[in-house]
């Protein structure tokens, strides 16, 4: 189908589909803003759920059997033309589709036009992202099957940390099972480290290709990427998002020794070892109060000292990773940080921050009150930035989706 259109017209749905969720935006490429967002919950279980809203701030909850991912995306695109809670008069308005695909493996270094090969490459990914590609392909497919003559596009978690060197992403293990199982360093969020990477160089108000930054993102999931004039070059997730930091509920780097110790000790299968490393350990597992790290923070307030091990744990960890990343780089300009604990949590910033004026990190304490804004929070001299920028990978996806199919 030929569409022309100038890009204020232009209006990019974004899918990121998980196993029984399934995220949506529809962004205004002239406003950069979206005009409608919603989830759904519980795909093919018991008690589904749509939460759909529009910039109006108008909201509907819908109850209903939602069995697989077509009749997620029947239910959403039927939402987003409704005559009450739409934000569309015809679906034919939505020029493209991005959709979040967690595993490019070493095929995919940048976002692609899905077509037949596209699918074949990604259903080959599927053995090194087990739990997540299959539910985005089940995406791919339902918009394909729903909206036939729109233009899609992938866009990969991993494809931004494609540039790192083999130094990087080869581990100490037998050369061969690299080959033969691809096992490697892939990392991941990289739709958020590029796009604050991309932020900072505005905010700085120099050029990319100029910059040696340490992005730290860091949510429910969190990771730190080294990234020099606009490339990764290292990053703390590895072959799978359970390596590096401490996270909300993943252990992070450990001595590999201990987890087939634990194994032995505890008569866990493989399957039980991953879910333990994945789902029981990190801050939940050390502070025993949640994985939240707000709940965290209270908890430590009222003196529970596992919550504030948990917490300093934490502060450590990234200290750890900003200093050997500033060593990779050979120099450091700023220091980003994002997702739900970097954008909001000042406590913990300042934490990290603390001691590192040899990197000539000098945090403004007034500043880093700021939660959820785009700043600058250092003070006017410091040498080394460091900068407040909320992520928004749903943007990235729609900008890279839009490159692609105008
Ligand atoms: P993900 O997308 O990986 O699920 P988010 O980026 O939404 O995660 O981050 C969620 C984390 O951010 C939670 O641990 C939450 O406690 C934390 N967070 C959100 N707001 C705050 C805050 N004001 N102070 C401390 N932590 C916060």
Redesign the pocket.
């Known amino acids: 189908m030929e569409k022309l259109k100038g890009v204020e017209e232009m209006k990019i749905l974004v899918i990121n589909c998980g196993s029984s969720s399934l995220k949506y935006q529809v962004i205004d490429m002239d406003t950069k803003n979206p005009i409608a967002k919603g989830l759904v919950e519980r795909i093919g279980l018991p008690g589904a759920v749509l939460t759909h809203s529009i910039t109006s701030g108008k909201k509907e909850v819908i109850k209903t059997e939602i069995p697989n991912h077509v009749a997620a995306i029947e239910l959403v695109l039927k939402e987003l033309v409704s005559p009450e809670y739409g934000a569309l008069q015809d679906l034919s308005e939505i020029y493209a589709i991005g959709h979040r695909v967690v595993h490019g493996g070493e095929k995919f270094s940048k976002s692609v036009v899905i077509d037949d090969e596209v699918m074949k490459a990604l259903k080959d990914c599927i053995e090194l992202a087990p739990l997540h590609n299959p539910p985005n392909i089940a995406g791919i497919k339902a918009c394909q099957k729903m909206m036939p003559g729109t233009p899609q596009v992938a866009v990969f978690d991993t494809a931004f940390h494609q540039t790192m060197k083999p130094a990087s992403y080869i581990y100490g293990l037998p050369y061969e099972y690299y080959k033969k199982y691809g096992i490697r360093k892939y990392g991941f969020h990289g739709t958020s480290h590029k796009y604050v990477s991309q932020r900072a160089a505005v905010l700085l108000k120099k050029p990319l290709q100029e910059l040696k930054l340490i992005s730290c ?6 990771s730190i990427s080294a990234i020099r004039g606009g490339k990764s070059i290292e990053t703390s997730m590895g072959f799978t998002p359970l390596d590096g930091l401490m996270m ?1 509920t993943r252990s992070g780097t450990l001595d590999p020794a201990i987890v087939t110790y634990i194994m032995c000790r505890e008569n866990l299968s493989c399957d039980q070892a991953n879910d333990f490393l994945n789902n029981k350990c990190g ?1 939940l597992g050390v502070s025993g109060v949640s ?7 209270v908890a430590a307030k009222q003196g529970n000292f596992r919550a504030q091990l948990a917490l300093d744990i934490f502060a450590h960890d990234v200290k750890q990773f900003i200093g050997s990343y500033a060593a990779v780089l050979n120099g450091l300009d700023a220091i980003i940080f994002t ?10 910033r300042a934490d990290i921050c603390k001691n590192l004026d040899f990197l000539g990190i000098d945090l403004d304490l007034e500043k880093n009150k700021v ?1 959820g804004e785009e700043v600058d929070v250092s003070k006017a001299n410091a040498r080394c930035r460091v900068l407040v920028i909320p ?1 928004n990978e749903e943007l990235m996806i729609a900008l890279d989706t839009l490159e692609l199919t105008m």
């Open positions: 993102h860091l949510g429910n999931g969190a909300g801050a994985s939240d790290f707000r709940d965290i923070e997702a739900g604990v970097g954008e909001n949590a000042s406590n913990m939660r992520t």
